[in-house]
């Protein structure tokens, strides 16, 4: 059965002379960082293209640029040679590319056949639930999707959602589909599920983006691959003529820069934190951690891998004290902490480095002083009883500001008008003002411009070295490599593998994220 | 093609601050000004009455003054609680509690061989409490919108107010108006000789002072500044923001109900029905254009008070005192216009074919 | 027992009159509520909509005409509210606040000189056979067409919401603005309209009042029906059919408070006049209570959350 979403006679006329989509010169900067560093890239109808990059590179802000979501800075997009401009998704869908957002875009809420008529203005205004749900069911079959568009996006599973989300996007009759890491929250059957998909919609004439951080689902799939790093197109040649070597290479950048992996000796220093079968509910009931036992060394950096949303901020908040395990124990220093409020953590000298700088670790509103002190408040240095020493809150600050090398370093400046960076030196500083018997990282380096990056590591190797025991908990294979002694890989909330960086490589690391599956 | 992009523009001075605030009340008064022309009034006139007299006349000034006190005490009662995002808009209604049981003190219990005076501010702050403590634990424990149950608070303690004035508590001396009898004499505040201005000016001023101080030179107070500003950081730093917004709603009743108090022992002597001119909802204004600080409540409160002593001068002319009210909602508004536009840098751009800007808003 | 069943009827009908105006600026804010706008405003509305309707009828003598030009006015508050939250991105409760305390002024202001005076008000319409049924007549089908228009405006917002492309795009945008605009729903726009169109309910609301319940103008005659119409919205569940129910309870307990101050109630009738207002502090109670337990009410989740594309930096 061969079926079209569009008009696909016309479009096999335009695939042999024009790419669908040019992209030139594509600028976009998020503050001091440049997600986005003039690219050009140009999309074939028929095509599966693969964006390949490590964390960061600028894949998804790029995808955003073309879908609409986000304006660039400059640069120019031509859509089928005419250049255009999109202020809107709504502008994007109406040029035909569409786009699956790695965290969904569809309304909990409603059901698939209704997101599928949401702002769809050719869609008549009375919306009649049977053609609606008929139309819904033929293009889930066409697809071979076993999806009940009656059910709400709620019920369904991060795969079905996925389908949905995919059912939307061809609703609207797109010719270009962007998919950003849809592999990453699947199973290995529902990957292929996915990939048989793919090859559907460009044997009907459309073209798919497929951005992805994983190697083998990249070769095995595409035509064309592009890979991108810190923003700027480093690499794009068909699919055949890429060795998987270089690609890597061209991922993380010069090879030089593995020297570095080398660790420093591990230093077996006591047993600083033991978590046994801890267990974590979610949201919405769904459990984030499951039967998590590990142990953590005074000196020692573990490297928490895995792919996004594998459990990992569960993991930093049960061990923050922020969220009480429903089963299992933690101890630390062999005191049993389980249960205990994140207070009685600090206080233990457990300190905990958010993932979200600004919506966690800091109040905006507030001066850098203040939020210098935001969680010393306990320390006699800052008031006697209940009084709070204005001058005390200001000299940390200021303190702060000189120690971190924090520019402005105005104690009294909102942390609103701060940078990314800066704002991750006031949180980092802060948490390490004393040195810390347990520090979880999360995230430390994402998004940070090199000076930050370079004062973060040089901070968690000397906290290590001075016996902190460290859990950093990052997407990066270069950091988890060079800066921790050992490595867990988080999937699904499990652990399902452990590893030593001086004995691993990053293809390794980045197979044993997808979860227990055969090795290709 | 041009059209008009908006950078998102952050952090600006108290200078700037006040010249915002200062210009969107002379905005407002200006379209005040022309909102009288229009309805065929004598503009002028009118504010003479409005804003020369209360600050021209030496009765004005007093009286002003006067007016300014229940208006520092409910402003700040509005500015702590919407610090920490719980919008109590039932200042009203505790202030009303607090009046009841101010005169519950002095007309109805034995005499202690204390002055009255302090007793009924204290009862009057006891009953403020009670009163924000309801919504407050409401919303702290279930989640009930703290807005309407606030608001409903005002209704039914007015209410409760114009009950026991026509009724229990309707005085045997007030020749069958629905009023208390006077207090006693110890029941009232000092007040300064010949005028009608009373020590609560006072109690107002360290009332501010005091709250300045909680919030600022505490370590509660730091943790209630960070939990309106973030949350989710308050509760990251192991702040406990639950039993902390109680709290602040009670001290927010406090404040309320010491208004309440005071205006009875100081002003009026008297419980009345309807004696408030709508001081609790004039402190919604009084404490957004404060910006929420307690120090500048007092300022903005004065302010205020000019505007309510000039109404009850417009009311002498037998123009509407309604005006009032027409010109505070233009004020608010036009320093939320204002806000939007200091926050917000308005530029055009010539477009070329490509999006140029960030927070891009559509024609 | 004849005579209590002809109470009963009264107080029905008592009820659906008092009801009415809540019911239809409950009507409104849902639907705004349901784009993810909250306007506290409405109380303000009511008050310019109920003097702008007693005014032009006044003016004019066509109620009908008033009634248009109480919802016009209505309509432009709601715009007003509109510009400040949903395109400068004002806060949503402080510029409720200023509408609410706009609208009381404008109103009194120019009110002052209707206060006492009369116009030609909106008539009850007996429904052909149906009004002649003993007890369910009277009670159910001698009102004002306003009564019949809101009772029928409920099923057809419902259908609005659940079944128009329209609605869709509205509750979209109160669940997940960010979502719906990838879907290509013109955010703003769809929050603009909602704000008028609850500001026009608001407008008809308190035309009602001035020109069907009261049949004329008391300076600030609302007395927290807006609020009320608030409250009753939390009460739905954001649901139109439990609003009717929630407005009506409203006006069966005021009826019934007016009632009892007639037949000389021992309680005195400010003490009875509270009972709306403690009514509706027990019905947000137990609506919370439930909520807690079910967790199954339509709450938009982006309700008072303004929305901006692309908030990174």
């Known amino acids: 059965m061969r079926q079209s979403f569009h008009p696909a006679p016309q479009l096999s006329r335009e695939v042999t002379l024009d790419p669908v989509v040019e992209l030139r010169g594509i600028t976009k900067s998020f503050g001091p960082v440049k997600a986005n560093d003039h690219i050009d890239l140009d999309l074939w109808p028929g095509e599966i293209h693969a964006l390949l990059g490590a964390n960061g590179a600028g894949k998804s802000t790029l995808m955003s640029i073309l879908a609409g979501s986000y304006s660039m800075d400059a640069g120019t997009i031509r859509v089928r040679g005419r250049s255009t401009c999109f202020r809107s998704p709504a502008d994007a869908l109406k040029a035909g590319i569409g786009m699956v957002y790695q965290h969904s875009m569809l309304l909990s809420r409603m059901t698939v056949a209704e997101n599928m008529a949401v702002g769809d203005r050719s869609m008549p205004r009375i919306v009649r639930r049977r053609e609606l749900l008929a139309r819904a069911s033929a293009m889930a079959e066409r697809l071979g999707f076993p999806l009940d568009p009656q059910r709400r996006v709620a019920e369904l599973s991060v795969a079905e959602r996925q389908q949905a989300d995919i059912l939307r996007n061809l609703a609207r009759e797109v010719v270009v589909l962007i998919l950003d890491e849809p592999t990453a929250v699947l199973t290995p059957q529902e990957t292929a599920g996915l990939f048989a998909t793919m090859r559907t919609l460009i044997r009907d004439g459309a073209s798919v983006v497929f951005i992805s951080h994983r190697l083998d689902e990249v070769l095995h799939l595409a035509d064309r691959i592009t890979v991108l790093r810190q923003g700027r197109v480093v690499h794009s040649a068909p699919a055949v003529a890429c060795a998987p070597g270089d690609l890597v290479a061209h991922m993380m950048g010069s090879p030089a820069a593995r020297s570095e992996y080398s660790s420093p000796a591990p230093a077996p220093g006591r047993v600083v934190l033991k978590l046994q079968h801890v267990q974590a509910d979610g949201l919405h009931g769904v459990q984030s951690l499951t039967d998590v036992s590990l142990e953590v060394r005074a000196g020692e950096i573990l490297g928490v891998a895995g792919v996004a949303g594998a459990g990992q901020s569960a993991l930093a908040e049960v061990l923050a004290g922020l969220r009480a395990p429903s089963a299992g124990s933690i101890l630390v220093d062999g005191d049993d902490m389980t249960g205990m409020s994140a207070h009685r953590f600090r206080m233990r000298g457990v300190r905990y480095v958010p993932g979200d700088r600004r919506g966690r670790g800091v109040a905006q509103d507030l001066s850098l002083a203040e939020n210098a002190a935001l969680t010393w408040l306990h320390h006699p240095r800052l008031g006697r009883g209940h009084w709070l020493s204005r001058g005390a809150v200001w000299r940390m600050g200021a303190d702060l500001a000189r120690s971190e090398g924090i520019e402005p370093g105005d104690p009294g400046r909102l942390v609103r008008l701060l940078s990314g960076g800066t704002i991750q030196k006031l949180i980092v500083g802060r948490e390490t003002l004393q040195c810390p018997v347990m520090l979880i990282a999360e995230y ?44 867990v890989v988080l999937f699904r909330g499990r652990i399902v593998a452990q590893r030593r960086p001086e004995a691993t490589t990053p293809l390794q690391l980045g197979l044993d994220m997808l979860g227990p599956r055969s090795t290709p | 093609m041009r059209r008009l992009i908006f950078h998102r523009r952050h952090g600006r001075s108290a200078l700037h601050d006040s010249l915002t605030i200062a210009g969107s009340i002379g905005v407002a008064l200006l379209a005040g000004y022309l909102f009288l022309e229009a309805s065929g009034i004598d503009a002028a006139g009118a504010y003479r009455a409005l804003l020369v007299d209360p600050l021209g006349t030496s009765y004005g000034f007093f009286e002003t003054l006067v007016k300014a006190i229940p208006l520092i005490l409910t402003g700040l009662a509005v500015a702590v609680a919407f610090r920490m995002r719980l919008w109590n808009i039932g200042a009203e209604g505790q202030l009303y509690a607090g009046a009841l049981a101010a005169t519950y003190v002095a007309l109805f219990t034995p005499d202690f061989g204390l002055p009255r005076a302090p007793l009924m501010l204290v009862a009057a702050c006891a009953a403020g409490a009670v009163w924000a403590a309801v919504p407050g634990v409401l919303r702290a424990t279930l989640g009930v919108s703290e807005i309407l149950v606030t608001l409903m608070g005002n209704y039914v303690a007015i209410l409760v107010a114009d009950h026991l004035c026509y009724g229990p508590w309707k005085g045997k001396t007030t020749f069958g108006f629905p009023m208390s009898d006077r207090f006693p004499d110890d029941a009232a505040l000092p007040a300064f000789a010949g005028t009608r201005l009373h020590v609560g000016l006072f109690v107002g001023v360290l009332c501010s002072l005091a709250l300045w101080a909680l919030l600022w030179r505490t370590k509660w107070g730091f943790q209630v500044r960070v939990a309106g500003s973030n949350v989710r950081a308050a509760e990251y730093a192991g702040y406990r923001v639950k039993r902390d917004a109680v709290v602040v709603m009670i001290l927010s009743g406090t404040l309320a109900g010491m208004a309440g108090g005071v205006e009875l022992s100081g002003v009026l002597h008297r419980l009345q029905p309807r004696f408030s001119p709508g001081y609790g909802y004039t402190a919604i204004l009084v404490a957004w254009l404060a910006r929420l600080h307690p120090l500048a409540v007092p300022l903005v409160a004065f302010l205020f008070g000019v505007l309510l002593t000039g109404g009850e001068q417009l009311q002498v002319m037998g123009i509407s005192s309604s005006l009032v009210d027409v010109l505070q909602g233009l004020i608010l508004l036009s320093v939320l216009a204002a806000d939007a536009a200091a926050n917000w840098r308005m530029a055009w751009v010539v477009h070329q074919g490509s999006a140029l800007s960030e927070g891009v808003v559509h024609d | 027992m004849i005579d209590l069943m002809g109470m009963g009827a009264g107080l029905v009908a008592a009820g659906m009159q008092g009801g009415t105006a809540v019911l239809l600026a409950a009507l409104g804010e849902l639907v705004l509520e349901r784009s993810g706008v909250l306007n506290l405003g409405i109380e303000g509305i009511m008050l310019v909509g109920a003097l702008t309707g007693f005014a032009a009828s006044h003016a004019t003598g066509n109620p009908a005409l008033a009634l248009g030009a109480a919802a016009c006015a209505g309509m432009l508050m709601g715009l007003l509210h509109g510009v400040f939250t949903v395109m400068l991105g004002a806060s949503q409760v402080v510029a409720g606040l200023a509408l609410m305390i706009l609208g009381t002024g404008i109103s009194g202001f120019f009110g002052q000189c209707f206060i006492g005076q009369t116009a030609p008000g909106i008539a009850p319409v007996a429904v052909p056979l149906l009004a002649d049924i003993p007890l369910v007549g009277p009670a159910l089908f001698r009102h004002d067409p306003l009564v019949y228009a809101a009772v029928l405006l409920v099923p057809v917002i419902r259908y609005f919401l659940m079944r128009t492309t329209w609605g869709l795009a509205v509750r979209a945008v109160g669940e997940n603005p960010e979502a719906a605009d990838v879907q290509g729903v013109p955010v703003i726009r769809v929050r603009m309209l909602a704000t008028a169109f609850a500001g026009f309910m608001a407008g008809l609301a308190g035309a009602h009042l001035s020109l069907a319940y009261n049949r004329m103008w008391i300076e600030r005659m609302v007395a927290g029906r807006g609020w009320i119409a608030l409250a009753v919205v939390i009460f739905s569940l954001w649901r139109p059919g439990r609003a009717l129910i929630g407005a009506y309870l409203f006006g069966v307990v005021g009826a019934a408070s ?23 502090i027990v019905a947000l109670v137990l609506i919370a209570w439930r909520a807690r337990l079910h967790r199954d009410a339509d709450t938009p989740a982006a309700l008072t959350i303004p929305f901006r594309r692309e908030e990174r930096s």
């Not at chain 1, 990056?453 to 902190?468: C, H, I, K, M, Y």
């Not at chain 3, 009632?259 to 009514?279: D, E, F, K, N, W």
């Open chain 1, 444 to 487: 430390p380096l994402h998004g940070l411009d090199v000076q930050a990056t370079g004062f973060v590591e040089a901070r968690l190797r000397a906290l290590a070295s001075s016996g902190t025991a460290i859990v950093l908990i990052s997407e990066d294979f270069d950091q988890l490599l060079s800066l921790s002694q050992r490595i």
């Open chain 3, 258 to 280: 007016f009632r009892m101050q007639a037949l000389g109630s021992r309680v005195s009738a400010p003490l009875l006049q509270t009972l709306p207002y403690v009514t509706t």
